[in-house]
């Protein structure tokens, strides 16, 4: 492993937040789990130890208040719906100030059994999120790993991560990160706003999984 981390999934009682915690716990990377409900975050943390189940390198998984554990991390993973972004900012205040928060949040809608973007007007949510906390380092990625894979230990990941951020030294902690998750490659997908379209490919990668009854996710051959 390369640097070790206290990562904070805000959100973390959440699908995708659980699956990001267990992958990066078992990379070595000791976990806070976040909730707007301590004891929700606590019953969180308990459940990805038990899939975890004392693996050898495993970091420690704990629980907390979403801002007691932003307060606790030195890198954060927002992980709650877009619907609750600016909330969740509000909540978190200061905490995330100066820190790397990575932005994994998909805006879309169901309709007819079908996903759509719903984009807002700065592009994405990750610009919108670097615009209402401009003090936290935004990286955006992560958004084409299923929840259900990355909750499966043994599930091969075999899948790229795309991290797209203005901040260079950011992007490289966090593709590093990424790089720590057994089968899966970390690629530049360039500045913060390429996250419009890692946005969008959720969803595309969504209505596709359905057609095909999968858990799909994005590999970028020739690179
Ligand atoms: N699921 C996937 O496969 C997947 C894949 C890629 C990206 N994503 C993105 O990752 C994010 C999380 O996905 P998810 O499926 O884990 O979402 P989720 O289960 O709907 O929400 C995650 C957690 O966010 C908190 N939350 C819910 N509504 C909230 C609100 N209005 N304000 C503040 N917090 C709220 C809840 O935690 P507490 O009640 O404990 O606070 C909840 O457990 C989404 O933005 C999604 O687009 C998901």
Redesign the pocket.
């Known amino acids: 492993m390369s640097e070790k981390h206290t990562i904070g999934l805000?959100?973390?009682?959440?699908?995708?937040?659980?699956?990001l915690a267990v992958r990066f716990a078992l990379a070595g990377h000791d976990i806070v789990i976040?909730?707007?409900?301590a004891e929700?975050?606590a019953s969180?943390a308990t459940a990805i130890e038990s899939i975890i189940d004392g693996r050898t390198g495993a970091g420690a998984i704990t629980g907390r208040a979403?801002s007691a554990a932003a307060r606790a991390a030195d890198t954060i993973v927002l992980?709650?719906?877009?619907?609750?972004?600016t909330?969740?900012l509000e909540?978190l205040g200061t905490e995330i100030d100066g820190k790397i928060v990575v932005n994994?949040?998909?805006?879309?809608k169901f309709e007819h059994g079908r996903a759509t973007a719903t984009p807002p007007p700065a592009g994405s949510?990750a610009e919108e999120a670097a615009a209402l906390a401009p003090a936290a380092r935004w990286v955006a990625g992560?958004?084409?790993?299923?929840?259900?894979e990355?909750a499966d230990p043994e599930s091969d990941m075999n899948t790229d991560v795309l991290v797209c951020s203005d901040d260079a030294d950011a992007k490289k902690t966090v593709m590093e990160l990424a790089s720590g998750i057994a089968g899966a490659r970390p690629v530049d997908a360039g500045g913060l706003e390429s996250a419009r379209y890692l946005?969008a490919a959720?969803v595309l990668l969504i209505n596709i999984n359905k057609i095909y009854r999968a858990h799909g996710s994005l590999k970028i051959v020739g690179i």
């Open positions: 805000i959100g973390g009682t959440g699908p995708e937040g659980k699956g976040g909730s707007r409900d929700r975050a969180a979403n992980a709650v719906p877009y619907a609750g972004q909330a969740t909540e994994v949040i998909s805006p879309l949510a992560f958004h084409t790993l299923p929840a259900g990355l946005e959720t």
